[in-house]
């Protein structure tokens, strides 16, 4: 995969002293669309004036039209009414690590944080539409890579760094029981110098207990956008924590199941590897991402307690990746037992159909062999009971001795004979 450009582009307008961009004086302001415009050409007019490539987010404006179309419709009145709701869930502003205000919409967010010089914007976003991110890439300048991927989602979990702001992609986890299933939730954050934005594509991860908790530690929040990527990633990987277990709980079932010879138990294996391996997938890019994050430590002046942090959390990923990957290794093998055990039942099978089978040829030799001993009296018998008249043996005096030795004769030696073949 070629290496992205980390070059970024200003808009055509002039900065602010924060970093976030305003019209040049004397740019005509566009005008809005007229009733029936798509949603697609009112997000690449919005794109124009970020200046931003109109063809660029006009392609990216087209692709969420067509997922919005093939999106299933609502199943619920809050469905309906989370689609009617503005995608912002929560937004502050904050300075020194206390909450300032707490505008409503991004407009409103934006004024306060002009007004307050040297404090921070804190922007929880879900399932926004194209116009909204490029609201906020006109704001805070953001790359137009980093935009097309908050727009279309389903990235890999990854770190860039564009300039001053960093674009981090996570994928929080949920384990269902019952279904034995890992969902997963897609989360983009956003880190500049005054700013913080959460993009989620799903219901996890909650990230209102993680502003509450961050809320009230002023000395961590006070630390600046850092802390509150930092928190972030503490509750991503803390929520793995259940997930593991529900992993291990499965396996150790799994591990019962085998032994009891329970006919879908290889069905089950093979599901929760898949499960385990898409795990896996969202945990270990972590390892590169705070690895990538520590490199940078010193160059962009991390503070010391900061940088704990971060290492606490690193260690927390190594030891869920290090579950995971001892998860696979159990399935692999709990796999080849399985194998082996069904391989061992089929051959004890196989061993008694045998066993039966021969059993079953004895009796069928014994009966033949009977049978044929007394075939020869009987063919005899049968011949001298046609009555016919002219038969030379008739009229014999020795006839019916000589018939009787005869048949006497070759019942004993079909009788050695059979006996010397061990079938009677």
């Known amino acids: 995969m070629p290496r992205r450009s980390t070059t970024v582009v200003t808009p055509a307008s002039g900065a602010t002293s924060l970093g976030r961009t305003k019209p040049a004086q004397g740019t005509p302001a566009q005008s809005a669309p007229q009733d029936g415009t798509p949603q697609g050409t009112r997000s690449a007019v919005r794109a124009a004036a970020a200046g931003l490539p109109r063809l660029h987010i006009a392609r990216l404006a087209l692709a969420r039209q067509q997922s919005a179309r093939t999106a299933p419709p609502p199943t619920s009145t809050d469905d309906v009414r989370d689609e009617q709701r503005s995608s912002m869930v929560d937004a502050g502003v904050y300075r020194d690590g206390r909450l300032l205000d707490r505008p409503h919409d991004l407009p409103a967010t934006y004024a306060c944080l002009r007004e307050h010089r040297g404090a921070m914007a804190w922007i929880g976003l879900y399932r926004p539409d194209p116009a909204e991110i490029v609201s906020l890439a006109e704001e805070f300048d953001l790359h137009e890579l980093a935009v097309e991927d908050a727009i279309q989602a389903h990235q890999r979990p990854k770190l860039e760094r564009y300039g001053s702001t960093l674009f981090v992609v996570l994928h929080a986890a949920r384990y269902v029981d019952a279904a034995e299933q890992v969902e997963f939730g897609e989360l983009h954050v956003f880190v500049g110098p005054d700013f913080?934005?959460?993009?989620?594509?799903?219901?996890?991860?909650?990230?209102?207990?993680?502003?509450?908790?961050?809320?009230?530690?002023?000395?961590?929040?006070?630390?600046?956008?850092?802390?509150?990527?930092?928190?972030?990633?503490?509750?991503?990987?803390?929520?793995?924590?259940?997930?593991?277990?529900?992993?291990?709980?499965?396996?150790?079932?799994?591990?019962?199941?085998?032994?009891?010879?329970?006919?879908?138990?290889?069905?089950?294996?093979?599901?929760?590897?898949?499960?385990?391996?898409?795990?896996?997938?969202?945990?270990?890019?972590?390892?590169?991402?705070?690895?990538?994050?520590?490199?940078?430590?010193?160059?962009?002046?991390?503070?010391?307690?900061?940088?704990?942090?971060?290492?606490?959390?690193?260690?927390?990923?190594?030891?869920?990746?290090?579950?995971?990957?001892?998860?696979?290794?159990?399935?692999?093998?709990?796999?080849?037992?399985?194998?082996?055990?069904?391989?061992?039942?089929?051959?004890?099978?196989?061993?008694?159909?045998?066993?039966?089978?021969?059993?079953?040829?004895?009796?069928?030799?014994?009966?033949?062999?009977?049978?044929?001993?007394?075939?020869?009296?009987?063919?005899?018998?049968?011949?001298?009971?046609?009555?016919?008249?002219?038969?030379?043996?008739?009229?014999?005096?020795?006839?019916?001795?000589?018939?009787?030795?005869?048949?006497?004769a070759v019942s004993v030696a079909l009788y050695l004979v059979f006996r010397h073949r061990r079938w009677i």
Not at 203 to 232: H, N, T
């Open 196 to 408: 913080v934005v959460t993009v989620r594509h799903a219901q996890s991860p909650d990230l209102a207990d993680v502003r509450r908790r961050v809320a009230q530690d002023v000395d961590l929040l006070a630390r600046g956008p850092e802390a509150v990527l930092y928190a972030i990633l503490d509750a991503v990987v803390d929520g793995y924590g259940p997930v593991v277990a529900g992993l291990e709980n499965d396996i150790d079932e799994i591990e019962s199941e085998v032994f009891r010879g329970d006919p879908a138990v290889s069905r089950r294996i093979y599901e929760l590897s898949r499960e385990v391996v898409d795990f896996q997938r969202a945990v270990r890019p972590l390892g590169a991402i705070l690895a990538a994050l520590s490199a940078g430590f010193t160059k962009y002046g991390v503070d010391e307690e900061q940088r704990k942090y971060l290492r606490d959390v690193a260690d927390h990923v190594t030891e869920v990746d290090e579950r995971v990957e001892s998860f696979r290794a159990a399935l692999r093998d709990i796999l080849t037992v399985n194998a082996t055990l069904v391989a061992q039942r089929q051959n004890e099978e196989m061993k008694a159909l045998s066993e039966a089978s021969n059993a079953q040829n004895e009796e069928v030799k014994k009966i033949s062999a009977w049978a044929a001993i007394l075939f020869a009296p009987t063919l005899v018998g049968t011949v001298y009971g046609m009555n016919f008249d002219h038969m030379p043996e008739l009229h014999w005096a020795l006839g019916y001795p000589a018939a009787l030795a005869a048949m006497g």
